[in-house]
């Protein structure tokens, strides 16, 4: 089992920047592939981008590529999330999640069995 803790989030103006992390505890942190998902309320939660356990593929939704970037440190037991030029739209709670095995590296959220507590990113306009 695995704990999840996001940090990072905050207020920022449109076009500004954040970089979110998400430290994991519990078992060996390359046991799983990672991903980031967001949600604003009263909306589905919504797919942002993935990571193998290895850190090899990554995998993102098509209109966020070149603004969402997600990388990890295994060392570190942690993933990242790197948002560029961040819209008010981009505002929700930004959760990460993980799912145990090396198979593959999933991007729906039902298959994430972990998940950590959330993170707000708000942006003003």
């Known amino acids: 089992q695995v704990q999840l803790v996001e940090s990072g989030g905050g207020l920022v103006q449109a076009g500004g920047s954040l970089r979110l992390s998400c430290a994991a505890s519990?078992?060996?942190?390359?046991?799983?592939?990672m991903g980031w998902f967001r949600q604003v309320q009263g909306k589905e939660r919504e797919f942002v981008a993935a990571?193998?356990?290895?850190?090899?593929?990554?995998y993102s939704v098509n209109f966020m590529k070149g603004r969402f970037t997600i990388s990890r440190d295994n060392a570190k037991n942690t993933v990242y999330l790197q948002v560029n030029n961040l819209r008010p739209e981009d505002t929700a709670v930004y959760y990460c999640?993980?799912?145990?095995?090396?198979?593959?590296?999933?991007?729906?959220?039902?298959?994430?069995?972990?998940w950590g507590q959330g993170t707000q990113v708000t942006v003003s306009s």
């Open positions: 999640a993980a799912h145990e095995g090396r198979e593959g590296t999933p991007v729906s959220a039902k298959e994430f069995e972990y």
């Open positions: 519990g078992r060996t942190f390359g046991y799983y592939a």
């Open positions: 990571i193998s356990w290895s850190g090899d593929r990554t």
